[in-house]
């Protein structure tokens, strides 16, 4: 099974970090970030990759010559400033004969039990995954009448909202849902929907998004303090899918 990073992103939310290198570049405990997502599909045994590449995408094959010793890895240009889903059509020539692969924004991290996931996916037989999971957020969701009067507030993670957490697994039909110039999530998804043919697995586990410089200093601390907990290689035994 294959796994897209989407490794193009600019990172604007980032910038003070990500002024000379790509999103996915940005480190976390000395290394990038792509490489504790490398890492993470590895330990799942999942070594055959196809990244994605846009803003100083160059960066990216210079770093991993030599780091990813038993790892598959191709590079696709997929341009700069372009959607996920044009990013993600670039590369459907390579894909060609995979039954199911997976798909990664590269810029979140997790503990998430991928072969969950896998056999969720499996279960429902839809054409495609995604993780949803509770948002990171410190702000406050906030219930009122129509004229105003309050009339209860709680925090975001108190709610039932959860948002796109970034780990897709697709069938090859997910092709037949996107067209060229479009979105996955804003074009491709509502046609998957009212096709009844996109699932969520929803997950209360670790996870974190790296969008921000907060976020990045978060993380830091994480793995300063020992024991991080995306880096399931490091405390689990190795989870190969089957």
Not at 9 to 23: C, D, F, I, Q, T
Not at 35 to 44: D, N, S, T
Not at 84 to 95: K, S
Request: aromatic share 12%; proline share 5%.
């Amino acid at each position: 099974m294959r796994v897209v990073l989407f490794c193009g992103g600019l990172g604007m939310r980032l910038r003070n970090s990500a002024e000379n290198v790509p999103k996915p570049m940005i480190p976390i405990g000395g290394q990038p970030i792509l490489w504790h997502l490398m890492r993470y599909y590895a330990h799942h045994g999942l070594t055959d990759f196809i990244l994605c590449l846009g803003y100083r995408g160059e960066a990216i094959p210079r770093y991993l010559l030599g780091q990813s010793d038993g790892w598959s890895v191709e590079f696709v240009d997929s341009g700069i400033g372009v959607s996920i889903g044009e990013r993600l059509r670039a590369v459907q020539p390579l894909l060609e004969g995979e039954k199911t692969f997976c798909a990664n924004y590269a810029d979140g991290l997790t503990d998430l039990p991928l072969a969950d996931q896998l056999a969720h996916f499996r279960s429902h037989d839809r054409v495609a995954s995604f993780l949803t999971v509770r948002p990171n957020l410190s702000y406050h969701a906030v219930d009122a009448e129509a004229s105003g009067l309050v009339t209860g507030i709680h925090g975001i993670s108190e709610t039932t909202l959860r948002v796109n957490g970034g780990y897709f697994i697709f069938k090859q039909d997910i092709f037949d849902y996107l067209r060229a110039g479009e979105d996955l999530v804003e074009q491709a998804f509502p046609r998957l929907i009212r096709a009844r043919q996109l699932v969520t697995y929803q997950y209360d586990g670790f996870w974190t998004a790296v969008d921000t410089q907060k976020d990045q200093q978060r993380v830091d601390q994480l793995f300063a303090g020992g024991k991080p907990p995306w880096m399931v290689w490091e405390h689990r035994p190795a989870a190969v899918l089957a």
